[in-house]
Structures are given as C-alpha cells and as structure tokens.
C-alpha cells in the first residue's frame, strides 16, 4: 500500500467510486484541483487498485480539503487518516495556517482528532427542473467581486473565482455576484456573494428566470437571509454537513456569503 500524486489517470476511478457514493464531482473540478495543488491531490493505491482519495487546495493563507474517499471494502484500515494527514502536512508546507472542510457526522470524528471545531453547518439547497440549461448573459470578472468574497471567508482567491467564471456565467455588480456553474444534467449556484439582500435576490431572479434546469446550491446556515430568499424560489434542504475548520480562526462572515464555489471539495 502506497500513498502518490493523484494523476490524470486517477480521474476517472475516482468519478466512479464518488458516483458510487452518491457526491456530485466532475472531470473539470479535480483538473483544477491537479492543477493548482498537485502536491496535495493524493491516492492510495494497493497491487495497482486505487483504494483512497483526497484533495487539498491552497488558496493565499488559507486551505480547503476535500474528496476523502475510501472504497467500502477497504474502510477501517486507517487509509482515509493517512491520506487525510497527509494532504494537511502539504497544506501546512505550503504556507496555509486555516485550513477548511465540510464533514458528514461519519467523519467529523476523524477531523476532531486533528484539532477541527464546528464554526457552522452547511445547508445544500436544489430547485426542480426538467428543462435544459439556459445560462444568463456573462459579465467579466470584477475587482468589487474579489473583494466581497475576501470579505466572506477571510482571504483571497482569485484563482477559483477565475476557475468557476471561466466554467459558467458570471453575473453581478458592485454589491454582489453570482457564478453558475454546469454540473452535468444539472447547475451549481456558486460562487455567490453579496453585500446586502436585495443584491442577493435580484442576482438570484436573474438566474431562476432563466433557467428551466435542476439548480444546486451549498449555503452556510448562520446566513439568516438564505432561507426565506430560497423558500420563496421554491429551493428545499436536501442535506447539510459540519463546516469545520483548524489552525488560525478566520475573519469568517457568513452573512455575505450565499453560494460556495464547490460541492463541498474547494470551499
């Protein structure tokens, strides 16, 4: 059993298993990931099986960890800790003093022991549809958007906003933006900042009035504007998880943040 750089040719056994799973993930997101942090994107393998997966993104101080995944008949072999310890010493190395993660109630266990606390829960939303995807008029990436996002989480992260805008629609303006980003059969709102409500409405509007498609959206529950904004779309809870993080406490603001940029795996 070895641990090694998750390659190319990792991606698709690791799409299967994660479908598997039920996650929703994509060829794009781990090119990203591979791309960005190849240090800290890792596989577990044994006589040329890949048993385990992680990834492990630095943004400028900050980390995110994502794609903890162990196939059922390996569990309980220590597999997910090694990779999990791992990808937080390349994160470490590289200069990140928070590092982030969303848990299931199976795994907080495991990131508690290596010194994560709860700061909130993660809410994922979704609005039916049938329809095929009919994306918003794109509006170039903004400087006030970067702002508002650094204002969200604490630092700055310019590379995966550039990721998300380039994959989808970006709209917006001065007080807010909304990324939309395709996920096969369906669409991901995310990353989506605003300032202030209204912002947040209006950005939303836009995209409900377009789209005839399934639309998913992960939103931090201490956000106490997200729900009524949501329920009145006709978007459900379909699921929550643990936002944890470890290392230095970030200047965290929930209030401005209305979508993630990820399912999960990249903050």
């Given at each position: 059993?070895?641990?090694?750089?998750?390659t190319?040719?990792?991606?698709?056994p690791?799409?299967?298993?994660?479908?598997?799973?039920?996650?929703?993930?994509?060829?794009?997101?781990?090119a990203?990931?591979?791309?960005?942090?190849?240090?800290?994107?890792?596989?577990?393998?044994?006589?040329?099986?890949?048993?385990?997966?992680?990834t492990?993104?630095?943004?400028?101080?900050?980390?995110?960890?994502?794609?903890?995944?162990?196939?059922p008949?390996?569990?309980?072999?220590?597999?997910?800790?090694?990779?999990?310890?791992?990808?937080?010493?390349?994160?470490?190395?590289?200069?990140?003093?928070?590092?982030?993660?969303?848990a299931?109630?199976?795994?907080?266990?495991?990131?508690e022991?290596?010194?994560?606390?709860?700061?909130?829960?993660?809410?994922?939303?979704?609005?039916?549809?049938?329809?095929?995807?009919?994306?918003?008029?794109?509006?170039?990436?903004?400087?006030?958007?970067?702002?508002?996002?650094?204002?969200?989480?604490?630092?700055?992260?310019d590379?995966?906003?550039g990721?998300?805008?380039?994959g989808?629609?970006?709209?917006?303006?001065e007080?807010?933006?909304?990324?939309?980003?395709?996920?096969?059969?369906?669409?991901?709102?995310?990353?989506?900042?605003?300032?202030?409500?209204?912002?947040?409405?209006?950005?939303?509007?836009?995209?409900?009035?377009?789209?005839?498609?399934?639309?998913?959206?992960?939103?931090?529950?201490?956000?106490?504007a997200?729900p009524?904004m949501?329920?009145?779309?006709?978007?459900?809870?379909?699921?929550?998880?643990?936002?944890?993080?470890?290392?230095?406490?970030?200047?965290?603001?929930?209030?401005?943040?209305?979508?993630?940029?990820?399912?999960?795996?990249?903050?």
């Amino acid at each position: 059993m070895r641990i090694a750089r998750f390659t190319p040719d990792d991606i698709h056994p690791f799409l299967a298993l994660a479908k598997d799973e039920g996650w929703i993930s994509h060829r794009r997101e781990l090119a990203f990931l591979l791309e960005r942090s190849p240090n800290g994107c890792l596989v577990c393998h044994e006589d040329n099986q890949a048993l385990g997966f992680v990834t492990a993104v630095r943004h400028e101080r900050s980390g995110w960890i994502g794609n903890l995944l162990v196939r059922p008949g390996s569990r309980g072999r220590g597999i997910g800790s090694a990779l999990f310890r791992q990808a937080m010493e390349v994160l470490a190395l590289e200069g990140a003093v928070t590092v982030w993660l969303t848990a299931s109630a199976a795994g907080r266990p495991l990131y508690e022991r290596n010194g994560f606390r709860c700061c909130d829960t993660i809410r994922r939303w979704e609005r039916d549809g049938a329809g095929r995807p009919k994306h918003p008029a794109t509006t170039p990436l903004l400087p006030d958007w970067r702002a508002i996002d650094y204002l969200g989480w604490g630092d700055a992260r310019d590379a995966l906003l550039g990721y998300a805008a380039a994959g989808g629609s970006a709209l917006g303006a001065e007080q807010g933006f909304l990324m939309l980003q395709p996920l096969g059969g369906c669409s991901q709102i995310g990353p989506f900042g605003a300032l202030v409500g209204s912002t947040a409405e209006a950005l939303l509007d836009q995209v409900v009035a377009a789209s005839e498609e399934r639309l998913l959206l992960d939103v931090p529950a201490a956000n106490r504007a997200a729900p009524r904004m949501l329920t009145a779309r006709r978007f459900t809870v379909m699921g929550e998880a643990d936002l944890m993080y470890a290392g230095k406490p970030p200047a965290y603001h929930p209030e401005c943040i209305y979508g993630l940029a990820s399912m999960g795996s990249i903050g």
